[in-house]
């Protein structure tokens, strides 16, 4: 699979709950500063904030975005 394909699968469920390329380069911004700047709330709260209060199928949407980017990291 080329590179760009990847890319669209990883983030296939938030497109499929209804996200826009805005909404979704949204959470992956909030995911990486969080990440830079995480504190000690721990791994589940930095994974979780970008979508808290979101609706249940976001929610769900990004759990498996984020099961798709580990996924991705045995691919190199």
């Known amino acids: 699979m080329r590179e760009s394909e990847l890319l669209c699968w990883v983030v296939q469920p938030l ?3 209804g ?3 805005d909404e979704i380069e949204g959470l ?3 995911l990486a500063f969080d990440a830079i700047v995480m ?3 721990g791994p589940v709260a930095l994974l979780d904030a970008p979508v808290r209060g979101q609706p ?3 929610r ?3 759990v498996r975005t984020l099961g ?3 996924a991705l ?3 190199d």
Request: glycine fraction near 4%; charge should be negative; proline fraction near 0%.
């Open 68 to 70: 798709r980017m580990i």
């Open 15 to 17: 497109i499929d709950a």
């Open 19 to 21: 996200l826009s390329r």
């Open 56 to 58: 249940a199928d976001v």
């Open 60 to 62: 769900t949407a990004w």
């Open 28 to 30: 992956l911004v909030v």
């Open 39 to 41: 504190d000690q709330e």
């Open 73 to 75: 990291e045995g691919t």
